[in-house]
């Protein structure tokens, strides 16, 4: 561990005494974590452990039933800078019958409230641009999202997380439903951006393989049946080290 003075990391997101219930039953009790800027962390655990629950609390879906998060700083009940993190839920699918193109699903992750019936800029079509060459799929941008394939339609979810350049990306088993090819070109690109771009993550998993793989054999943490695996940028790394290589990128 490095002296508190080299810990430049911010925190991305802060758990603190955190539980929740459906009712009466306690899906998640008194957890304790912290996420820091360029960590990854990693999620496993089996079904129904808690861990999509976990999620939709840190992106304010659902409210604590005690405790608090704390993402950039601020508790999840006053933050409103989501524009700062991606988030991509579990097992999406679209109505077959959704009018929306792909492109228009894409571009609606710039939205929001403010500019929702603004005429959209020339940079904005760009990030567009950038986010379907991500995730290759410039090539289908004008069909119907609902008449796509669930690894497809996957692709588009994560091209609308990565439109707006997030500093957080959250996903909740993203490569459901990808064929293996997909998946681990997925993998790759998403290990490069936490790399090369210094992004932060946290990702829901099954795939065990992928998360020892990048981020070890031991979590560092475990809460009820929800194991926590990380790659610690700041204990890998000084960070004068660090921001030198960010500059050289
Ligand atoms: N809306 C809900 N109302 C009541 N109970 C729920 C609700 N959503 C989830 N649960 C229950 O809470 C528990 C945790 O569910 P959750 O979806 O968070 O698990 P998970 O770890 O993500 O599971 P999986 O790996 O299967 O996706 C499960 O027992 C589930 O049945």
Redesign the pocket.
């Known amino acids: 561990m490095l002296p508190e003075s080299l810990d430049c990391h911010k925190h991305m997101i802060e758990i603190k005494n955190l539980s929740f219930s459906?009712g009466e039953?306690k899906?998640i009790s008194d957890l304790n974590f912290t996420v820091r800027e360029r960590d990854f962390v990693g999620v496993i655990?089996s079904?129904?452990?808690?861990?999509?629950?976990l999620l939709k609390m840190i992106v304010g879906l659902l409210t604590p039933s005690e405790g608090d998060i704390k993402l950039f700083g601020e508790s999840v009940r006053k933050f409103r800078d989501w524009e700062r993190i991606g988030y991509v839920p579990?097992k999406n699918a679209f109505n077959p019958l959704f009018p929306a193109t792909v492109r228009e699903v894409v571009l609606s992750g710039l939205y929001n409230n403010k500019n929702v019936f603004r005429r959209l800029s020339r940079q904005q079509q760009r990030k567009c641009d950038d986010a379907l060459e991500v995730m290759r799929i410039q090539n289908i941008q004008d069909r119907r999202v609902g008449m796509l394939s669930g690894g497809q339609q996957q692709r588009v979810f994560l091209a609308r997380a990565l439109i707006n350049h997030p500093d957080l990306l959250i996903l909740d088993e993203p490569t459901v439903g990808i064929d293996v090819e997909t998946q681990a070109a997925f993998f790759e690109l998403i290990t490069h951006m936490h790399a090369h771009h210094h992004m932060t993550f946290l990702m829901?998993s099954h795939d065990i393989d992928m998360i020892r793989n990048y981020l070890g054999h031991d979590p560092i943490q475990r809460n009820g049946k929800i194991n926590f695996y990380s790659h610690h940028s700041h204990e890998l790394q000084n960070c004068a080290a660090e921001d030198l290589q960010h500059s050289l990128t």
């Open positions: 459906y039953q899906v655990g079904n129904g452990a808690g861990k999509s629950t579990q829901v």
